[in-house]
């Protein structure tokens, strides 16, 4: 499990890099004034600068006000983090697999393994709701829309 | 009246089949994604916001603005029937709506509902009506100076008005500004903050962000708790129906109230969420039977659901005349505003009369169609809600990432769209405030070259910023909210030194 402090903390951390880098990133646009007015860099570096300030601030508070916020001490118990994993990991491995199976394919395999095996549903109907998930996003967008989804390396290949 | 002859020729733009055909489809796909939890008004519009691309600008935006009208309808269905709020801004619905449904007045609790928040609509919409001329001619005249101040007291009213904690508010407004100046300048067309990927040229897209952090990031916090839907009947007893907006109008004090808090929480960016929690708040304090609130009383349905739809319909007023959206729905809208090539603020008013005046006029037509149809579907809706939540899941993640990919068809803003869901979540959960987050990737880039032709006007000398008294007021209002929080923390030091900041938890509990 993971308490409020320590999703606190990371959550301030992330922000606060996120500042880091976009200061030094805007630091190669230059700041201040020049010739040509505000140079381009500025808005950015002050936006930079205000993120890791207040991340630095929301961390000192996230380390301090521990005990004030102690009714509720913890974030994610650990079968809430086990089903906030059931659900990220199948769909980031989705959107892994697009690039090589294309989102047809993909989708489709990607509703079928969470139906299936978890046993949620039964094989048949989780076959048929995957292929039906496939032939509704190809007619929606291919045939009404006319925006082309890709397609992927796999289908490349094999010459589609 | 001109505003008025405006109207009727509003009207005749409005009320025409293709219009009202797309007014149906817009609230019954808004009461989908206010229904389905995952999903909401913010994604649902970005979701079909390439679909209009294609299509007239004003028939456009009478389709997101419908699916609008639908999505706040939709979220106050399964707040009264199941106990879940299909969206942020109907948890308040859900104190006292069901247990009404329960008590076995699910009719009475639903017509309610839908009667007092299309008084609220009502409200704001003759609000925008009369103000949102007025408001746009005052601008005209505004110089750069002037609305980077607007801007400025835009973003000072969420950190001081918003209700999330203060410092996670400028961080999530800071974030967002880094987020809108990705990509090329617009004022030196340099490349900025792409730190190495050729890709990011274009610009991070606010739907990419949208549909992460609303998208995938409440589907998070959804799936963490087990998902009961124990629905009470959703029959629908018409005559029941009628008696209870009859009754309405015996709660005018309560209706009026709700309504004027939802007006100004909408106009001020402070959005439907904390306009009908307040609301709540202020009835439960005010009203002779406020001790039984909390059980199914009537007042308690009428003021969030008043509030709630009046803030969201007069958050379209700031869009319109100044360009600056109140709430992240509206965002998103402006966003598409743009997109189409109209230019959101003043001069939308002389330029593109028939588009503002054909929405303002589909602003009435569409919450009647939507009180209609949102009544005639209620039982088809909480229907939908008994199809498993493992079911739903995998589908809306397959909605967002197809949506995520066809704005630009790029696999990157998939990836990215998943790296907003995760941020999505941790703000949720650490009660960070999104609607700020979005409103400054929408409108960063136009309050920076604001704040940089003004600076070239001035030679670089801040004093532009006093340099009438319109300009002083705004920012000096702008200041005062910022300081707003810092002030009452010192006030409360001084009151009780003994006692640190208990009430926090119970605070962050009602934002968000």
């Given at each position: 499990?993971?308490?409020?402090?320590?999703?606190?903390?990371?959550?301030?951390?992330?922000?606060?890099?996120?500042?880091?880098?976009?200061?030094?990133?805007?630091?190669?646009?230059?700041?201040?004034?020049?010739?040509?007015?505000?140079?381009?860099?500025?808005?950015?570096?002050?936006?930079?600068?205000?993120?890791?300030?207040?991340?630095?601030?929301?961390?000192?508070?996230?380390?301090?006000?521990?005990?004030?916020?102690?009714?509720?001490?913890?974030?994610?118990?650990?079968?809430?983090?086990?089903?906030?994993?059931?659900?990220?990991?199948?769909?980031?491995?989705?959107?892994?697999?697009?690039?090589?199976?294309?989102?047809?394919?993909?989708?489709?395999?990607?509703?079928?393994?969470?139906?299936?095996?978890?046993?949620?549903?039964?094989?048949?109907?989780?076959?048929?709701?995957?292929?039906?998930?496939?032939?509704?996003?190809?007619?929606?967008?291919?045939?009404?829309?006319?925006?082309?989804?890709?397609?992927?390396?796999?289908?490349?290949?094999?010459?589609? | 009246?001109?505003?008025?002859?405006?109207?009727?020729?509003?009207?005749?733009?409005?009320?025409?089949?293709?219009?009202?055909?797309?007014?149906?489809?817009?609230?019954?796909?808004?009461?989908?994604?206010?229904?389905?939890?995952?999903?909401?008004?913010?994604?649902?519009?970005?979701?079909?916001?390439?679909?209009?691309?294609?299509?007239?600008?004003?028939?456009?935006?009478?389709?997101?603005?419908?699916?609008?009208?639908?999505?706040?309808?939709?979220?106050?269905?399964?707040?009264?029937?199941?106990?879940?709020?299909?969206?942020?801004?109907?948890?308040?619905?859900?104190?006292?709506?069901?247990?009404?449904?329960?008590?076995?007045?699910?009719?009475?609790?639903?017509?309610?509902?839908?009667?007092?928040?299309?008084?609220?609509?009502?409200?704001?919409?003759?609000?925008?009506?009369?103000?949102?001329?007025?408001?746009?001619?005052?601008?005209?005249?505004?110089?750069?100076?002037?609305?980077?101040?607007?801007?400025?007291?835009?973003?000072?009213?969420?950190?001081?008005?918003?209700?999330?904690?203060?410092?996670?508010?400028?961080?999530?407004?800071?974030?967002?500004?880094?987020?809108?100046?990705?990509?090329?300048?617009?004022?030196?067309?340099?490349?900025?903050?792409?730190?190495?990927?050729?890709?990011?040229?274009?610009?991070?897209?606010?739907?990419?962000?949208?549909?992460?952090?609303?998208?995938?990031?409440?589907?998070?916090?959804?799936?963490?708790?087990?998902?009961?839907?124990?629905?009470?009947?959703?029959?629908?007893?018409?005559?029941?129906?009628?008696?209870?907006?009859?009754?309405?109008?015996?709660?005018?004090?309560?209706?009026?109230?709700?309504?004027?808090?939802?007006?100004?929480?909408?106009?001020?960016?402070?959005?439907?969420?904390?306009?009908?929690?307040?609301?709540?708040?202020?009835?439960?304090?005010?009203?002779?039977?406020?001790?039984?609130?909390?059980?199914?009383?009537?007042?308690?349905?009428?003021?969030?659901?008043?509030?709630?739809?009046?803030?969201?319909?007069?958050?379209?007023?700031?869009?319109?005349?100044?360009?600056?959206p109140g709430s992240a729905t509206a965002a998103v809208m402006m966003g598409g505003l743009m997109i189409w090539g109209l230019n959101p603020g003043p001069m939308l008013f002389v330029d593109s009369k028939d588009f503002v005046w054909g929405l303002i006029a589909s602003m009435y037509v569409g919450n009647i169609v939507a009180v209609a149809l949102v009544l005639m579907t209620v039982p088809v809706f909480a229907a939908l809600m008994r199809i498993p939540f493992v079911v739903i899941a995998p589908l809306i993640v397959i909605i967002?990432?197809?949506?995520?990919?066809?704005?630009?068809?790029?696999?990157?803003?998939?990836?990215?769209?998943?790296?907003?869901?995760?941020?999505?979540?941790?703000?949720?959960?650490?009660?960070?405030?999104?609607?700020?987050?979005?409103?400054?990737?929408?409108?960063?880039?136009?309050?920076?070259?604001?704040?940089?032709?003004?600076?070239?006007?001035?030679?670089?000398?801040?004093?532009?910023?006093?340099?009438?008294?319109?300009?002083?007021?705004?920012?000096?209002?702008?200041?005062?909210?910022?300081?707003?929080?810092?002030?009452?923390?010192?006030?409360?030091?001084?009151?009780?030194?003994?006692?640190?900041?208990?009430?926090?938890?119970?605070?962050?509990?009602?934002?968000?």
């Amino acid at each position: 499990m993971i308490s409020r402090r320590a999703l606190e903390l990371a959550t301030a951390v992330l922000a606060g890099s996120f500042g880091v880098a976009v200061v030094v990133s805007s630091l190669d646009n230059g700041i201040g004034w020049s010739s040509a007015g505000v140079d381009a860099g500025t808005f950015p570096f002050l936006t930079g600068i205000v993120i890791v300030l207040g991340s630095l601030y929301n961390l000192v508070r996230g380390v301090l006000s521990a005990a004030t916020v102690a009714n509720v001490p913890i974030a994610i118990t650990s079968i809430e983090l086990r089903r906030l994993a059931g659900l990220f990991v199948p769909a980031a491995i989705f959107v892994a697999a697009i690039p090589l199976a294309g989102m047809y394919v993909a989708s489709a395999l990607y509703v079928f393994s969470v139906l299936a095996i978890p046993r949620h549903q039964s094989m048949p109907r989780a076959l048929a709701m995957a292929a039906a998930t496939a032939l509704a996003l190809y007619v929606v967008f291919e045939r009404l829309f006319q925006v082309s989804l890709p397609h992927g390396a796999l289908a490349a290949a094999l010459g589609f | 009246m001109d505003n008025l002859q405006e109207l009727l020729h509003g009207f005749t733009i409005a009320v025409t089949v293709p219009h009202l055909a797309l007014m149906a489809v817009g609230v019954l796909l808004g009461i989908l994604v206010g229904v389905l939890p995952g999903l909401g008004a913010p994604n649902g519009v970005s979701l079909l916001l390439p679909l209009t691309f294609g299509m007239q600008p004003v028939s456009a935006i009478i389709l997101l603005s419908s699916m609008y009208w639908g999505a706040l309808f939709g979220g106050s269905v399964t707040s009264i029937l199941f106990n879940i709020p299909g969206e942020p801004s109907s948890v308040a619905t859900t104190f006292d709506g069901y247990p009404m449904a329960r008590d076995g007045r699910p009719t009475t609790a639903l017509a309610t509902a839908f009667g007092s928040a299309a008084f609220g609509a009502l409200i704001g919409v003759i609000l925008i009506t009369f103000l949102a001329s007025w408001v746009a001619q005052v601008a005209l005249a505004f110089g750069p100076a002037e609305y980077f101040a607007v801007y400025f007291l835009a973003f000072a009213s969420f950190v001081g008005m918003g209700g999330a904690a203060p410092v996670k508010t400028v961080v999530a407004l800071a974030i967002g500004f880094a987020i809108a100046a990705i990509g090329i300048d617009t004022v030196s067309g340099s490349v900025r903050l792409t730190m190495g990927v050729d890709e990011l040229v274009k610009g991070v897209s606010f739907v990419v962000a949208v549909m992460g952090l609303f998208g995938i990031g409440e589907l998070l916090v959804a799936v963490e708790e087990e998902f009961h839907a124990r629905a009470v009947s959703s029959k629908i007893d018409w005559r029941e129906v009628f008696r209870a907006v009859g009754r309405l109008p015996r709660h005018g004090v309560a209706l009026l109230r709700s309504a004027a808090i939802g007006c100004w929480m909408g106009i001020t960016p402070g959005g439907p969420t904390a306009a009908s929690f307040m609301s709540y708040g202020i009835a439960r304090r005010f009203s002779r039977r406020g001790r039984h609130f909390g059980t199914g009383e009537v007042e308690g349905i009428i003021s969030p659901e008043t509030a709630d739809h009046a803030a969201g319909t007069s958050a379209l007023l700031p869009m319109l005349s100044l360009g600056i959206p109140g709430s992240a729905t509206a965002a998103v809208m402006m966003g598409g505003l743009m997109i189409w090539g109209l230019n959101p603020g003043p001069m939308l008013f002389v330029d593109s009369k028939d588009f503002v005046w054909g929405l303002i006029a589909s602003m009435y037509v569409g919450n009647i169609v939507a009180v209609a149809l949102v009544l005639m579907t209620v039982p088809v809706f909480a229907a939908l809600m008994r199809i498993p939540f493992v079911v739903i899941a995998p589908l809306i993640v397959i909605i967002c990432v197809v949506g995520a990919y066809s704005v630009s068809n790029s696999y990157l803003d998939v990836v990215m769209m998943l790296g907003f869901g995760i941020v999505g979540y941790l703000f949720k959960k650490l009660f960070y405030p999104l609607a700020p987050l979005v409103l400054a990737i929408v409108i960063g880039d136009k309050a920076e070259d604001a704040f940089r032709q003004s600076m070239l006007i001035s030679k670089g000398s801040l004093s532009i910023f006093f340099a009438n008294k319109l300009v002083t007021c705004l920012i000096v209002g702008g200041i005062a909210l910022l300081l707003l929080p810092l002030v009452l923390q010192l006030t409360r030091l001084w009151r009780r030194p003994a006692s640190p900041a208990i009430d926090t938890p119970a605070q962050e509990k009602v934002i968000i």
